[in-house]
């Protein structure tokens, strides 16, 4: 246990680490195991052990001792620096450092720097009502949880591009370095420009246990790690030991030489003295210190300092067994807590005196506060970029290609803020997005050859093959306070599932801190949809990625399917606008009819919703059946759907809906943008049964409408998992989404057995017959799907979307 | 372009290397391109040429310059090796080498080694109604897709887990080394015992470069890489250039010292002279050749070979513009085709002499064939194990540690065979199943230390603390044929959602083979559950995984709810002897009361779901509703919320349903388990409001039901996306899905407006706001929570489920 100031630290500036070290494990200790005498005032009795122990103690005191030496570093630095703690449950440590740096106070003013307030910071501690046991937003000086493991180094990466003065301290612990995420994160060196950006300063921290075993990277030798992470492009120090004072001098000496390193490698890059230099070599701390360390040696006769035991709660019986009581009243007071604290509870003067100015302190790190530093962005005009159309479906566009046009202006108008990025999979020229090439290039600090295209140090694109590092950065990016889109292909998506999952639960959890803003938008974007996958085969068809938004604490996400190029365009600008939330965009990237003008789509965006009149049977005010739709795919097959309707069954009394903002369909008890029950049944009728077309799983429907009016009138077909490398049109008739489908499908909800519907039937049997001949034998769709076109598509055309308000 | 066999190339293995290699280059090439005259026996007219041009040529020639040396240096083999193909649109090369060695004309006797076969071959190649150009199932010797990249090196380390004879060549691309999955795959090593498992031999294989961008391993010296992975533990062997003779001298040279060496290993550990050694030096290649070697040097003025651009197809005008038709006759003609096939279009004797016998063929790899090669599990009874139970309620019990107990027994059953292992990120003694260590322990090949629990060489439970490899490993050893359990925490299980859905993406099309046969079932446990994640947080809530499973095609996947731990073990007995499919398990590792005995348990998960009808109110047979519920917690509050149902107005005639086959709810045309619809209104009543708790978001239950009768009569109430850290009861509190919140609810349903519901109303009102004085003032739950019991658990009830069968 750690006991008197060792003689050996000479420097007072290691002296006070130590002193602030012991006065946070002795917070971290108190926090996870008492709830009164929290000085030691009197001898420890049951009634002051909380009866349920939570938090872990194993990763604190190493948490604990990064925070001291970066508190002792700040004073070296220009802006407050951000610790990123990727430990789970580390939250009794940077509790700790924040309550005694007073920044946990100045955010929450009960929180006071002394006994009451330390009362109030052990009782508050993992129970309910009070704080979680994982750093998160509750926390000031957090923009990172540490309860699903994986993204801390992404989430810190993310949080420096673009903020040059930040300087972001990463603890890994060796639990999390084992993920995949973690494992390929690492290679984010490779796009930090030291001239633009700020910097990371990983901690890779083997204490050498997860909760039962021992991690992959505690038992290899320090050797092998150097060795892996010097490979990577670290500059690799290593700090190990079981001795204070000696880990003191040496993680002192450490992280002064990393700083001092990182501020040299800047200082060149923006002097101009880095010309044709690639990818610095950043420095890493690899610190190996024991679990637990300053823990109980023993207890039960078995080790628990050093071991996996000390993972969590090293004494759970302290409440109720004397014997461990009394064990955790010693290792208490082996931190000399009065040497600590005064009468009051207050950290004695030295402690305080040796604290950086406040602006320093990692607490008041404002970056962390994503929401306050927000700049929004400004949004060029659309008008310019959107397309002109005579008549709906009168012109065919690539929507991502409109798209592209207008992110290259969204670079071009806040160059000078520098606080929009676009990350990627590699996939922006594919994906049409390619026009901001124009602007701005890939981000790289490897060496760039003169065959590369696009390719720059100052490139605003992040395109890397893993969604994580995608998903990460831009987290970490809007964590802090900036704008951005992750362009994916939708199959690929879920691979970020949890990710996403553990964003909006941030978003959500933020929502009810009463300090903190809204952070801007995540926004993603998928374009290579599961529709137009049909040159690359099952694996990248799937749509799943909406079912998983859906799930996520509705306040906090949308979804929205552009059927065109104008409305991808006003729900970007509705999208990039916008705060505390998910947005998930899906538009495809391939040649389409276009149906809205810009006003038209402006208003359907608007709305979430509405009728597209001019593709209406006769009567469609009082209509037999509703059509629906929404994604582009679905949209075009049931507008050719309709039109068959049209020309075989003149009489069919239809209306033609399309959905934009999904969850528009939600009830508005379940969701803000849920239609109210008035508008929903103006839409759909009260009762008329409705085909929709769905680019999702069908049964997305089924679920957003239980709750509406007779749900069971609510026939969605959508994707049901069935796909091959085929045509475009295969796809939407093996999913019994295409028009023929439809509209057989439209004449048995319309109940309609007469010969004007038989016709149609009969016509639909053929073509898909004909279809499946042409497949066969031609391995291609019949010409007349290719060619068809709305045949509204000539200029006479009245109005375009309904215009009614809702 | 490769031109005549280079003169320096002696060594007469060399020599046909490099001829097979040209064969299976210009099969590659001829695949992508040609639907016609694919021998060029005439010059190349518009109409020999696809139409529609799919496939990567950029990745082929180095899988073939791979297979065309492992296929040499498999006769040093003793069992046909396994080609992992990892990078995304390998099957025109995979195609070729399994064409020419005819192990593709053994599965699919069309596919003849002649000019007919090769014909069909090429026309086949990604058309609709073809075969993808992923690899995938339709390819022999082929256990891995590479749609979705990340996935390789982890299947092929599933893969060899008990195969001690089996070598898998792995090539891992520059552009999935970037993936996390792919990142953290590397410390598998850590888990291979050479005494009783197989062998990787991992190919970085780096051509530079993704779509349209340099790869960032690609731009990374060799020195770097080589240290990098020599830190991770691997004896690194670097083969780099473009020239051919040279090359295939140094992957001669390579693979060969990379195979000894692994013999050497495996013979030091399997004659037991490796006593005390850790993790051993295993061999890793880096092959550094251009992206798409021996395509055109330039098209269009712009390099190709050696280049990004070559990533997909290089010559995209080649049917209608005359010049690029010109180099692709050119680029064919390279390999001389003449001196490769003969008139009849076999490959000449020559290729087919170098060929290692038939055994050794990696087509013919019977691992990759897991349905073939399938030993079923050797299942314990679990009639010793189950809990005896005198009444419902009766008895309290961790279900997780009754199965915990038969799977201890799955393991001594199948020590033999040794076709059976665990996977978990290292929690399976916190999710009490921990018996298993009785008989075996944690797989490590690192060092052990006095003080470390359960861990050993011969463990065949493998922890880590990455979902994405226990995910992985699992799918290897189950595509391989064998026997898994992945025991994940509910909230991280979406970590891997994407990989399950690749897997049942794999099942699917691979049903749809005809020589394949079904694999054993993935069985995914999910005990750490959402609603018993009090103590841990809100990051560690969310039931989503169980809509990630019912999205993937139907057929192949199940979801089962234990509500106790009877239920578990016939939940597990049953999933352990499927095929083909995914199994969901969800089931708490907590205390709870147990409510079936063992026959009706079994009875029970036969149905998929039941009466209850001991937990049922008067005149249940005509009920004014239906309390249903799926899940443990929910199934507790539900019958706490029936108990006071009963006491306060027991003139309710009320119905109690449990699911414990939640796609039994399904229509039966949608899911092969979905109840028909008489039984499902015999069981739910045809027009009953049924008021659901549910473990996940209750929209699952909107969506199942909603082509069944009146579907809105359903009210379906389950996790809502809140949560803390905070106690189990407040918990369903928060969420709407107490007993006091279901039994209020189920009044309204039922239409109850008299004393007693009011009665009871209040009751229930007084109790809420008892439970949230309780959580402020004294942060737990009222004792009556935790003591509360089942009031018919004294033993004189009468039976358990209803006995109906349906």
Redesign the interface.
């Known amino acids: 246990m750690a006991g008197e100031i060792p003689a050996r630290l000479a420097a007072p500036q290691l002296a006070w680490a130590d002193r602030w070290w012991r006065a946070a494990n002795y917070l971290a200790c108190a926090q996870i195991f008492l709830q009164d005498n929290v000085l030691l005032r009197e001898p420890l009795r049951p009634e002051h052990v909380k009866?349920?122990l939570?938090g872990h103690w194993g990763t604190s005191p190493g948490l604990n001792l990064l925070y001291a030496h970066l508190l002792r570093a700040a004073h070296g630095l220009h802006a407050a620096p951000l610790f990123v703690a990727g430990p789970g449950h580390g939250a009794p440590a940077v509790l700790a450092n924040v309550w005694l740096e007073a920044s946990y106070g100045a955010v929450r003013p009960e929180m006071t720097r002394d006994a009451a307030g330390m009362l109030r910071l052990c009782r508050m501690f993992?129970?309910?009502?009070?704080?979680?046991?994982?750093v998160?937003p509750h926390i000031p000086g957090s923009l990172h949880?540490g309860?699903?493991?994986?993204y801390g180094l992404l989430h810190a990466y993310g949080a420096v591009f673009d903020n040059p003065d930040l300087l972001a301290l990463a603890v890994v612990g060796d639990?999390?370095a084992?993920?995949?995420?973690?494992?390929?994160?690492?290679?984010s060196i490779?796009f930090v420009n030291p001239g633009r950006d700020g910097a990371v300063l990983p901690v890779l921290h083997l204490n050498g246990y997860?909760?039962?075993?021992?991690?992959?990277l505690g038992?290899?030798d320090d050797v092998?790690?150097?060795?892996?992470?010097?490979?990577?492009?670290f500059r690799v120090l290593t700090v190990a030991g079981g001795d204070p004072s000696a880990v003191h001098e040496q993680l002192a000496e450490a992280m002064d030489a990393a700083i001092s390193h990182i501020h040299a490698i800047q200082a060149d890059w923006r002097a101009g003295r880095a010309q044709g230099r690639s990818t610095p070599d950043w420095p890493l701390i690899v610190l190996r210190t024991p679990k637990g360390w300053t823990g109980p040696r023993e207890v039960d006769g078995?080790?628990m300092e050093g071991?996996?035991r000390a993972h969590q709660v090293p004494l759970p019986r302290a409440r109720e067994d004397a014997v461990q009581r009394a064990q955790l009243e010693a290792w208490l007071r082996s931190y000399l807590p009065d040497t600590l604290f005064d009468a009051a509870g207050r950290p004695l003067p030295d402690l305080l005196a040796g604290l950086p100015p406040e602006n320093l302190l990692p607490g008041n790190c404002r970056h962390a506060d994503g929401g306050r530093v927000r700049l929004d962005l400004q949004l060029p005009a659309v008008e310019g970029i959107a397309l002109a159309l005579a008549a709906p479906g009168a012109v065919q566009a690539e929507s991502t290609r409109v798209l592209g046009a207008w992110l290259r202006e969204v670079f071009r108008a806040n160059t000078k803020t520098g606080n929009f990025r676009m990350f990627c999979p590699?996939?922006?020229?594919?994906n049409r997005l390619d026009a901001v090439f124009e602007v701005t290039a890939?981000c790289?600090l490897?060496?760039v050859?003169a065959?590369?295209?696009?390719?720059s140090p100052d490139g605003r694109v992040l395109?890397?093959?893993?969604?994580?590092?995608c998903e990460g950065w831009l987290e970490g990016y809007v964590l802090s306070g900036r704008h951005g889109l992750f362009a994916c292909y939708e199959?690929?998506a879920?691979?970020v599932?949890?990710m996403v999952?553990?964003h909006v639960?941030w978003l959500?959890?933020a929502s009810e801190v009463p300090w903190r803003r809204p952070l801007p938008a995540l926004n993603i974007l998928l374009t290579s949809h599961t529709w137009r996958q049909d040159?690359?085969?099952?694996?990248?068809q799937?749509p799943?990625f909406i079912?998983?938004v859906?799930?996520?604490?509705?306040s906090h996400v949308r979804v929205y399917l552009a059927a065109d190029a104008n409305t991808l365009l006003a729900v970007a600008q509705h999208a990039l606008q916008s705060t505390g939330r998910v947005n998930l965009i899906i538009a495809g990237k391939q040649h389409m009819p276009q149906w809205l003008n810009l006003d038209s789509a402006v208003r359907h965006c608007a709305a979430g919703a509405g009728r597209w009149a001019w593709a209406e049977g006769a009567g469609a005010d009082q209509p037999a059946m509703v059509l629906a739709a929404a994604g582009d795919v679905p949209t075009l097959e049931m507008l050719a759907a309709a039109d068959l309707l049209r020309r075989f069954v003149p009489d069919l009394a239809f209306r033609v809906v399309n959905v934009v903002n999904l969850l528009a369909l939600a009830h508005p008890l379940d969701h803000p943008d849920g239609m109210p029950e008035a508008d929903f049944d103006a839409l759909f009728t009260p009762d008329r049964p409705v085909l929709f077309a769905f680019h999702g799983?069908p049964?997305?429907i089924?679920?957003?409408v239980?709750a509406r009016?007779?749900?069971?009138r609510?026939h969605a077909e959508g994707y049901r998992?069935e796909g091959?490398?085929?045509?475009p049109f295969?796809m939407v008739v093996r999913n019994r989404l295409s028009r023929y489908q439809l509209a057989a499908q439209a004449l048995e909800l319309a109940g309609r057995g007469d010969d004007r519907a038989n016709a149609l039937r009969e016509h639909c049997d053929a073509k898909l017959a004909e279809h499946a001949l042409c497949?066969?034998t031609r391995?291609?769709d019949m010409a007349e799907i290719r060619d068809w076109r709305w045949p509204g598509s000539q200029p006479s055309w009245g109005g375009l979307a309904d215009e009614k308000p809702r």
């Not at 065959?451 to 390719?455: A, G, Q, R, T, V």
């Open positions: 009866p349920r939570l993992s129970r309910p009502g009070g704080v979680s046991s994982h998160g949880e309860g699903e493991l994986g639990g999390e084992e993920t995949g995420p973690a494992s390929g994160a690492w290679k490779h997860r909760i039962a075993a021992p991690t992959v038992r290899m092998q790690i150097a060795r892996s992470f010097q490979g990577m492009g078995l080790p071991s996996f590699d996939e922006l020229v594919s890939r790289t490897q060496p050859d065959d590369d295209e696009h390719l395109e890397v093959l893993s969604e994580h590092c199959a690929f879920p691979i599932d949890s999952n553990q639960k959500k959890a040159h690359n085969g099952y694996s990248h799937g799943g079912d998983n859906l799930n996520r604490k509705h799983y049964h997305v089924d679920g957003l239980h009016r007779q749900p069971g609510f998992e091959a490398t085929t045509t295969d497949i066969r391995f291609d």
